[in-house]
């Protein structure tokens, strides 16, 4: 006969790297309240960063549990990917933060369609929305799905969070910039399709193919307005710091 633990397929174990993601962000989130009040710049900084890096650490974590086997080696590819760059091209060849910015954002769209998602809502993994849940809860299935099918983006507008965090002692490399940025790269390609989309509004393809692709660009509009939010929020606060 099987037993309880067995019998929930994995569900208490989910549950316990969850308790490990919490205990990581909660890390992350003193070390940055802590920054706040030591006297040191230069420690309050190194402390900053470390405690972005550590919140990093938990999404990659919360990422790993989510993702397919399959998906495994890209999530490994993007993080090989990213400590490259970081290391032998950003910080070597001093790029600003615009340069860096524009890198980080096309490999997020690039590791988007790595993971096997498309423009079609069939490929929406919604099973991710039942990881470590004995039942079907709206508000987590959502944060779990959306945080899945759009790990890539996130992971690398993350990345660049603590790049630039941890490069602001050179020149243009400030995050209120990097922001823009982000922000004017992701408005483009949305802006772009809404007037596509309203022109071809009577077309016969228009619920098969033009509005999911539209769910899609709403989807990663809101994302990306989020992390620009953040972005902003941590640039006012370190200008808000003497």
């Not at 569900?11 to 909660?26: K, N, P, R």
């Amino acid at each position: 006969m099987k037993t309880s633990l067995q019998t929930k397929g994995g569900t208490v174990e989910a549950q316990f790297v969850y308790v490990f993601v919490l205990g990581i962000l909660f890390t992350g989130v003193k070390d940055r309240l802590r920054s706040q009040v030591m006297s040191s710049a230069v420690d309050s900084r190194r402390l900053k960063s470390r405690g972005l890096w550590e919140v990093y650490s938990g999404v990659v974590l919360l990422v790993a549990l989510l993702f397919r086997a399959h998906n495994l080696p890209t999530l490994a590819c993007c993080l090989l990917i990213q400590t490259i760059m970081a290391q032998f091209i950003w910080k070597k060849l001093h790029y600003d933060a615009a340069q860096t910015t524009i890198m980080h954002y096309w490999f997020g769209q690039a590791f988007f369609y790595f993971q096997g998602n498309s423009n079609n809502i069939g490929t929406v993994d919604i099973s991710v929305g039942f990881v470590g849940l004995d039942s079907y809860v709206e508000a987590p299935a959502i944060f779990l799905t959306a945080l899945s099918t759009y790990a890539g983006p996130l992971l690398w507008a993350c990345h660049l969070l603590c790049f630039l965090s941890s490069q602001r002692d050179r020149a243009g490399m400030g995050l209120g910039h990097g922001s823009y940025c982000f922000a004017l790269l992701r408005s483009i390609p949305a802006v772009f399709y809404v007037v596509l989309v309203t022109s071809l509004r009577y077309h016969l393809f228009i619920w098969s193919v033009f509005s999911p692709k539209l769910l899609y660009e709403a989807m990663h509009t809101l994302i990306t307005a989020a992390v620009c939010l953040f972005f902003t929020f941590m640039d006012q606060e370190r200008s808000a710091r003497p």
